[in-house]
């Protein structure tokens, strides 16, 4: 059995805003707005399963300040073994600046059960310039420094010096559905963590669409006993907007 289950969705500029290097807001955005998106399947019979995908993004306008805060987890248990576990929140704050220039700064905890840390906390702050806005394509750069506290199973804990790129891609390729694609990179001097999200959303109707996405997360260096260097995320949802 395949259950597809959706969050009410709201949108200030394409589904499933992104999070990295995203584009300024519309001059008509609300002052708050939200996305949610909830996926869950299970399969039963031969093969004992079930999936769970949950992501929230919550955004409001002060001034020139745009406020972002963001959680996802995921879950995928098999004949009642866990083979993942993740969570993630996270809080950005966007600072527009004349012309296409602004600062951000922003602040990540997660967990990863099979990556080999207990836990990590990232802090990055610095610039991002929009590259290009038109009606068909958008594209924004940021970069700057930042700070990792690595936590391990074995207590040990690394801080290590960051830097940080990402940018934000987006292209309105009919009225009825866009793709969208952002990466981003950390390096460290113990290791390279990149990520990237690439989705394609199309409008069935007023309320609701389908989107295809592809997420993936490598890191070059992980610790001794993390299963794979590289997390890779296949989901199809729909999505409802209101």
């Not at 098999?78 to 996270?90: C, F, G, P, R, W």
């Not at 391990?152 to 990402?166: M, P, Q, S």
């Not at 390279?192 to 199309?202: E, G, M, N, P, V």
Request: a negative charge; aromatic letters at 12%.
């Amino acid at each position: 059995m395949l259950l597809l289950a959706c969050w009410p969705l709201w949108l200030t500029a394409a589904y499933a805003s992104p999070f990295y290097a995203p584009p300024a807001p519309k001059e008509d955005a609300p002052v708050f707005s939200g996305d949610a998106e909830l996926g869950f399947t299970r399969l039963s019979g031969n093969t004992d399963s079930q999936t769970l995908i949950g992501k929230t993004l919550l955004t409001w306008l002060t001034g020139n300040f745009t406020y972002s805060l963001r959680g996802e987890v995921r879950n995928v248990t098999k004949d009642d073994e866990t083979s993942a576990e993740q969570y993630l929140v996270a809080g950005r704050e966007r600072y527009d600046l004349e012309g296409p220039h602004y600062l951000f700064g922003f602040a990540r905890w997660e967990k990863d059960r099979f990556a080999g840390y207990d836990q990590q906390l990232s802090v990055v702050g610095g610039y991002g310039r929009q590259i290009f806005e038109t009606d068909a394509h958008t594209l924004s750069l940021e970069a700057g420094p930042g700070y990792r506290h690595d936590r391990l199973r074995d207590d040990d804990n690394d801080r290590l010096a960051v830097a940080y790129t990402a940018l934000d891609y987006r292209w309105g390729f009919s009225d009825y559905a866009d793709l969208q694609q952002e990466m981003s990179l950390e390096y460290t001097e113990q290791n390279i963590t990149s990520r990237s999200l690439t989705a394609l959303t199309a409008r069935l109707n007023s309320k609701l669409s389908l989107r295809l996405s592809h997420e993936i997360k490598h890191n070059s260096e992980p610790p001794a006993d993390a299963s794979e260097r590289t997390d890779s995320t296949v989901s199809a949802s729909l999505l409802y907007r209101w």
